[in-house]
T-cell receptor, first 109, second 114 residues
Framework: DAKTTQPPSMDCAEGRAANLPCNHSTISGNEYVYWYRQIHSQGPQYIIHGLKNNETNEMASLIITEDRKSSTLILPHATLRDTAVYYCIVLSGYSTLTFGKGTMLLVSP | DGGITQSPKYLFRKEGQNVTLSCEQNLNHDAMYWYRQDPGQGLRLIYYSQIVNDFQKGDIAEGYSVSREKKESFPLTVTSAQKNPTAFYLC?????????????FGSGTRLTVV
């Protein structure tokens, strides 16, 4: 499985966009990029996933570079409830979901 | 509503005792998974099952056992052989098509050995 690299922590002001980066330089052609988040003491929550095109849903947008070696998760208007650990994971049909330490996003008033 | 139910939410166990954590899903998912999380760490895979009556070891299977007799259920037993069982345990499930929505997680069981 491709490994991912994320910053350990980030800060964001409430109402501003939160841009969370992820490097996955060894990703292979059949691996999808998934984003999950985990609010303290809860199970991880699915946010969004993509293969090579940019994706958007009601929670976030996912921007994947053309070479697929990195991606950015965008929360367009962060709220206090978005404070969580965000995990970027690459997944193929031959693997299981493997979590790193993720990025701790702190949204402040 | 469909989802995954883990019970109990909190569990206390005396050292040397086996304990079984429950995980039930009504999503009609084929695959189920057990993860362990220690404070400040990511999730680590214990066991997974892609079909009834079959399961595979994950990265940290020692001291744990599972069964998959029904599609809906995937209980995890933490045995006395597990040297450091105090942790947060998470169950998940997924369809056989990983390109859909990935995994759905339960709310977890926090196990404390006293």
């Amino acid at each position: 499985d491709a490994k991912t690299t994320q910053p350990p922590s980030m800060d964001c002001a409430e109402g501003r966009a939160a841009n969370l980066p992820c490097n996955h330089s060894t990703i292979s052609g059949n691996e999808y990029v998934y984003w999950y988040r985990q609010i303290h003491s809860q199970g991880p929550q699915y946010i969004i996933h993509g293969l090579k095109n940019n994706e958007t849903n009601e929670m976030a947008s996912l921007i994947i570079t053309e070479d697929r070696k990195s991606s950015t998760l965008i929360l367009p208007h962060a709220t206090l409830r978005d404070t969580a650990v965000y995990y970027c994971i690459v997944l193929s049909g031959y693997s299981t979901l493997t979590f790193g330490k993720g990025t701790m996003l702190l949204v402040s008033p | 509503d469909g989802g995954i139910t883990q019970s109990p939410k909190y569990l206390f166990r005396k050292e040397g005792q086996n304990v079984t954590l429950s995980c039930e899903q009504n999503l009609n998912h084929d695959a189920m998974y057990w993860y362990r999380q220690d404070p400040g760490q990511g999730l680590r895979l214990i066991y997974y099952s892609q079909i009834v009556n079959d399961f595979q070891k994950g990265d940290i299977a020692e001291g744990y056992s599972v069964s998959r007799e029904k599609k809906e259920s995937f209980p995890l037993t933490v045995t006395s052989a597990q040297k450091n069982p105090t942790a947060f345990y998470l169950c998940a499930s997924s369809t056989s098509d990983y390109r859909s929505y990935g995994y759905t997680f339960g709310s977890g069981t926090r196990l404390t050995v006293v």
